[in-house]
């Protein structure tokens, strides 16, 4: 696309009891609206790279789709800011209940958990207890990550998310949405025909519960992140078998929930 994701503007900085006129980089924003069979479906706030795998991959997510062959058109009008996409299928259900709130037991478990309607019914717990990472596999993929993405280097106003295997990044996305970023990553794969049960997401923002929901979508068993999880994104990720690794900083991090995916240094 055309749209820029960072542009340059003029600011007023101070430093050490100086101000001075600087030149600073900024992020952009980019609306895009979806156009699902004729209807006006989602408007998605976002940065203006990746578009095609972020409609995809969003699409994918809310249980509109099923794999990237269930498209039978997307195009992204730059000019007007749509995306045009028609479907040979789409699931009627989960369309009408795209974006209502619902209130369930979560996996059919005792806790209740509030998310949308389509959470419910698209989200399946992650069944493989394979051991993927060691310790010293999660520092390695954290900063591979971080170091890939340059925008977020020049202007700290943007998030990162990596889908990795052991040897290093499949493939990474940035996005002024976390979400986006994530749905960025699960359209390349669905487009890319990429199997996902043995990957892992390593992302740079907070663990919350619709961070937790995307990577169940995505069917990735490992999710480590810089940052904290909620409480309720602890309680998905038990309840979803998702092992959720976070503050992964200098040499440090927490294990919290599903440890046997991860080869702890003593632990057989």
Do not use: W
Request: charged share 25%.
């Amino acid at each position: 696309m055309d749209q820029q994701m960072q542009v340059t503007n003029q600011v007023l900085r101070y430093e050490n009891g100086v101000v001075q006129l600087v030149e600073d980089v900024i992020v952009t924003e980019y609306p895009i609206t979806i156009i699902l069979n004729d209807q006006e479906f989602a408007t998605l706030v976002c940065s203006p790279e990746d578009i095609e795998e972020l409609v995809v991959g969003f699409l994918a997510s809310e249980g509109i789709i099923n794999r990237f062959k269930d498209i039978k058109e997307l195009d992204v009008v730059e000019t007007t800011g749509k995306a045009i996409v028609k479907t040979h299928r789409v699931n009627k259900l989960n369309e009408m209940f795209h974006s209502k709130r619902y209130v369930t037991s979560c996996c059919g478990k005792s806790r209740q958990s509030f998310y949308f309607y389509n959470d419910a019914r698209t989200v399946k717990p992650i069944e493989t207890k394979k051991k993927v990472l060691s310790i010293d596999d999660c520092f390695r993929l954290m900063e591979m990550m971080q170091e890939s993405s340059t925008i977020f280097q020049e202007t700290g106003g943007v998030h990162n998310a990596a889908l990795c295997d052991e040897n290093g990044i499949v493939v990474a996305r940035t996005d002024i949405g976390r979400h986006n970023a994530l749905d960025k990553i699960y359209g390349y794969c669905l487009k890319n025909s990429i199997a996902l049960e043995d990957k892992v997401i390593v992302f740079s923002g907070r663990i919350s519960s619709e961070v937790l929901l995307k990577v169940a979508k995505i069917k990735c068993g490992v999710v480590l992140s810089k940052s904290a999880p909620t409480e309720l994104a602890l309680r998905l990720a038990q309840e979803l078998g998702i092992t959720a690794v976070g503050f992964i900083r200098k040499k440090a991090l927490n294990i919290y929930t599903n440890p046997e995916r991860i080869i702890q240094p003593g632990v057989s």
